[in-house]
């Protein structure tokens, strides 16, 4: 394109070329548009026909609220070609008929669009055009599910690259972060995290400080001062990271919501969380114990958890049907990440297990509340009370029984005992149902005793040696000190 037509276009005024390449049509649809009076235009001469770039949009704009139907694209047949091209050995191409899927590539000519079969037999659609430089771009629509939506992505990413040839870019209509939380919690939290009411507590948070700005304004000058007001607040790191998260995740959505412009989203740092990792787990003392203090059905989750590694809700929500009784097998499935896992049951599960087995009536739930007959929902308060009540003196008034001891430290436990039987740590990744071994190192800690063992097994193996070559215990060189020092 010459650069007089580039600035005319940029003040405004497009050919019928330019609005045919814009909206991916034919170049005589454009014209019969305009005689019709479908789209408006400039006649600036008799022969002449020019069009503003805002009636083109507004037009555009029109069209979302009724989607075009296929027979309004003549310039792009919606039915695949009765003759379509294969690739075959040595470059060849030959064959007829249905869309080839196979593991090479099969393009259907004129179109654009074509299949591609991945090493698994998934067959993807995928389009082919060229940009303002006229390099070849080849890309897989991921969620395309005909060749409707191949083309109607096609026509976009053409429409795209000719904007950027021509320095067109439409702002995205701005929005407050207060209206876009709601948006994001009603469209995406509610529909796809099962932890959205946790969401609701960060949006709070992020409300406080964001609320007055728009979406685009959230730049890192503002994500510092929320962090510094979290922090002055008491509000932990790990806990302010959580929010981050949930804040990235909506920044990320706004781009494809067409709220933010890609290069305007900022980019957010966390606080480093090393120096916070819990290590608590339960020892042999505490857990008979916090047995003995428990109630049964307590006791029984607890005997569960220990010995299964499952998370307080998957334990709450199982249902008999998960238990394989046969197998010695749990199908746990209201996951964390959302994929099912199996656990192997143990001896002192399978007897726990099968007992419960032998009490219960017709309930599918393997843990009811004697309340509402429903499936119990949490044991916070029953699990605090029984953690206080397992003194190791019950007459010692003083003893505060076990003291730092929360649930999910039920499943570190689980994890160490299972790094200290010998466990390699891909099978404890998958008992404990972690997407990556480096979320698994967090759990295989090993306990004090163990690190107490492990020195002085270093200890004998490498005693100390005097000034003369003589090997010396690490007790005699203490006393040797020590009567040095008197």
Known sequence: MKSQEISRSRQGLLTAEEVASYLGYHRDTIYDWAESGKMRCIRPGKRSIRFRLTDVDEWLKKQEVEPLSPKDLPAWPLTLPSVCRKKGPYGKTGGTGEMAKAKTKSRCSGNGVYQRTTKRGIVRWCISYYDATGKRIQRVIKNAQSEEDALFARRSAVSEAFQRQLGIRRKPD?????????????NYAKINKRSWNTDVSYLKSMNSAFGSLFLDEIGPLQIEKY????????????????????LRKMLTLGVEWEYLEKDAVPKIKFFPEKDNLKERFLTD????????????????IIIIAVNTGMRLGEILGLRWDQVDFNAQRIRVERTKSGR?????????????????????????????????????????????????????????????????????????TFASRLNLAGADPVTIMELMGHSSLKMTE?????N?????????????????????????????????????IQ
């Open 285 to 300: 003392d505490e857990e008979q114990r916090l047995l003995a203090s428990a109630s049964p059905t307590l006791r029984s």
């Open 442 to 446: 967090r759990y295989t800690h090993t």
């Open 174 to 186: 701005r929005i407050s972060f207060s209206e876009y939380a709601d948006l994001y919690l009603e």
């Open 227 to 246: 962090k510094a007001l979290r922090r002055k607040d008491g509000v932990t790191k790990s806990t302010t990271n959580r929010c981050l998260a949930v």
């Open 448 to 484: 004090i005793e163990q690190k107490r063992k492990a020195v002085e097994m270093m200890a004998k193996a490498h005693p100390q040696r005097d000034g003369t070559g003589n090997g010396s215990s690490p007790s005699c060189a203490v006393q040797e000190a020590g009567s040095t």
């Open 340 to 412: 099912i896992r199996h656990i192997e049951i143990n001896t002192p599960l399978l007897q726990e297990l099968t007992r419960l087995k032998s009490l219960d009536g017709r309930s599918p739930y393997v843990f009811l509340s004697d309340v509402t007959g429903k499936p119990l929902t949490t044991v916070k308060t029953a699990f605090k009370g029984a953690c206080r009540r397992a003194k190791k003196d019950p007459d010692d008034k003083d003893d505060p029984g076990i003291v730092g001891l929360r649930f999910h430290d039920l499943r570190h």
